[in-house]
């Protein structure tokens, strides 16, 4: 880190901080000569990256934010030649690796939120508009983990495709654990999850894991749901919650036992991989009365956590909020309408928005998600303060 950025990170606590994020990105490898650098790395990720939370989703948008606010972020580094043209962003972001650039933004938010995260929900989401039919591209696939209490994207992983996402979700929780985000943490996951060598890789980090049962683990379903229909009502601990909004009445009734002794029967082929981790077994039924119909839904849940039901349920009931993530990404940020495809640009650019999403709803302003991006675009004080985190 250079003298300047040293100095900013010396003023005070608050601006130290963004003096870290601009360390961590000159660590990125940069394979640029020297002597010919007229754009410096890290000071093109912070352009990207502020120009981001103030409403720019393209590299047009960024770049003319950036040369109308160019004293805003000579604040924090040089920018001795000013910001790069659209046609030359665009190439960096495509060059630089998407691992490490992730890595950056992962490093920052574990040193801005060191705490432990009690709910991790782990999702996936897929940019349709980045496949490309004439060069063979598969649309880009992006694992995600989400702590729903604090709605940051702790770390994220791209995947070719969703089909590889059972593959990959070992790789995400290795990077949660070396992190130190994972000891402790309630991770939930969806059906696509549901596989004995992921529950284990959870155990074995410290962490409980909250899998939904359908379709993936046939069998093992049908056999929690016949046990909850004939179960004895001592068994079962249970809670009940109402919910008004969006034009509906939901209410929610979490059920879990802790009667589990029966699955570890032999009820399946020899060598069969079996869940030796379940401690508790969660049923969830949900109720949505409108204005003219009413409507039912039943889902069935395995969980190595003990059998606390409002823990259970806050998961459960948490995990709407990567899919809540996922939404916004595509409303505010158009990341399913990016067609981004060269390079590794669709990739870096899913991880900013993921990071940045998170900042912007981390702060404590009043407004919307959009409301607050373009705030942050017309007062530089309170771009500032969203990556501040004051």
Not at 61 to 67: K, M, N
Request: glycine fraction near 6%; charged fraction near 25%; proline fraction near 3%.
């Amino acid at each position: 880190m250079d003298d300047f950025t040293i100095a900013c990170a010396d003023d005070d606590a608050p601006r130290a901080r963004l003096a870290l994020l601009l360390q961590h990105f000159s660590e990125l490898s940069d394979e640029r000569e020297p002597g010919r650098i007229m754009y410096r790395l890290d000071e093109v990720l912070l352009l990207v990256t502020c120009a981001t939370i103030a409403s720019c989703d393209d590299f047009d948008d960024i770049v003319a934010w950036g040369q109308h606010h160019l004293d805003f972020l000579r604040r924090f580094s040089e920018f001795h030649f000013g910001v790069p043209c659209e046609r030359w962003l665009r190439c960096l972001v495509n060059r630089i690796d998407p691992i490490l650039f992730g890595r950056c933004f992962e490093s920052w938010i574990a040193a801005l939120w060191p705490g432990r995260h009690d709910l991790i929900a782990i999702d996936g989401k897929t940019a349709r508009r980045t496949y490309d039919r004439r060069k063979g591209l598969k649309a880009l696939h992006t694992l995600s983990a989400y702590a729903t209490n604090t709605r940051l994207t702790l770390a994220q992983l791209s995947v070719p495709e969703k089909t590889n996402e059972i593959t990959a979700i070992p790789d995400l929780l290795d990077q949660l654990a070396e992190a130190k985000q994972l000891e402790g943490a309630l991770v939930t996951i969806d059906a696509m999850g549901c596989q004995v060598e992921i529950a284990d890789k959870i155990v074995a980090h410290g962490a409980d894991y909250l899998l939904a049962l359908k379709g993936n683990q046939p069998t093992l379903e049908s056999e929690v749901e016949n046990y909850f229909r004939a179960a004895p009502a001592a068994e079962l601990v249970a809670k009940t919650t109402i919910e008004k909004g969006h034009g509906r009445i939901e209410t929610r009734t979490y059920s879990g036992s802790r009667t589990v002794d029966w699955i570890g029967s032999d009820r399946s082929y020899p060598g069969h991989p079996r869940f030796k981790t379940i401690k508790t077994l969660v049923r969830v039924h949900a109720r949505a009365e409108y204005a003219d119909r009413c409507s039912f839904d039943t889902r069935y849940f395995i969980s190595s956590a003990p059998c606390d039901i409002e823990r259970i349920a806050a998961g459960v009931r948490g995990h709407w909020g990567v899919e809540s993530m996922h939404w916004l990404l595509d409303v505010e940020f158009k990341d399913d309408l990016s067609r981004y495809r060269a390079g590794h640009g669709a990739k870096n650019m899913a991880v900013i928005r993921r990071f940045v999403l998170g900042l912007v709803r981390a702060n404590k302003s009043k407004g919307s998600v959009k409301t607050r991006r373009k705030s942050a675009g017309w007062n530089p004080g309170f771009l500032l303060q969203i990556l501040q985190l004051k």
